[in-house]
């Protein structure tokens, strides 16, 4: 079979509750569902959903039977699926993100390198290195989970690894810090990942990068899909809501062609 000569690739942002699994998950389906109404070939959903975003009560929750869970509505939606639970190795509890396909199979479970702030610090347990890229669909596909995607070592690890789209569920918090009298370009949004950050990684990597974060108190949303020229395509506000971008695998391979920095990259 051809390789597909585009891919439709949505992300989706909504509000969860912290510990309540069913509602959560309730309200991950619907986002799917729309997803997948829309028609999108894989969707991105934000960290630790399942949940809530609570890295202190996350690990109690059943990571495992969690994932039962989001196989069962990639398969139930027909729809490739990337989504968080928690992953517990032994003592060790990791944020993980896993990407399922529209068959329900987990193809791929990354944990999280880059932990943010102390509570993840205090009560999870960093991956030793970034996961690999996995082949689904024609195309290779890399995973990495919020705080990762801020690191430019996690977009070149992914990239020089082979990977033309990074799948990234996020879940950032409201900041919003700044020097008084000095004007805008010294005042500091969390916004800026998905304005300022995202479009560059994937620009310096010749990449596709859909982010797809948590809204509602406390949470910026903003969720994004960045091309490889540098531009967001697609970047949501703060309410929630699910959107598809179709992705020309032509135009990764243009933007490649233009900018060639993994291909300038010292070998050896």
Known sequence: MDAPKSHAIAVAQGVAVI???????ATLDGLVASAAEQGADVVVTPELFATGYAPDRAW???????????????RSQGIALVASSVDTVGPAHH?????????GE???????????GGVEQEWMTPAAAYGEPVAWNGTSWGVGICYDVEFPEFA?????AGADVLLVPTAVPTVEEGVEGLGDAWHYSATQISTLQLPARALENGVVIAYANQCGP?????????????HNAVLLSDEPGVVVLRVPVAAIERARSIN???ADLPRG
Do not use: M, W
């Not at 070149?156 to 020089?160: A, E, K, P, Q």
């Open 60 to 74: 109690k929750h059943d990571g495992a039977a969690i994932r039962t869970a989001l196989a069962a509505i990639a």
């Open 260 to 262: 060639t920095y993994v």
């Open 95 to 103: 944020i993980s993100a896993s990407f399922f396909s529209p068959e």
């Open 19 to 25: 510990d309540d699994v069913d509602q959560n998950l």
């Open 156 to 160: 070149r690890s992914l990239s020089v």
């Open 106 to 116: 987990e193809l791929s479970r990354v944990h999280k390198r880059h932990l943010f």
């Open 218 to 230: 406390g949470f910026t949303g903003r969720s994004c899909i960045a091309t490889p020229f540098g």
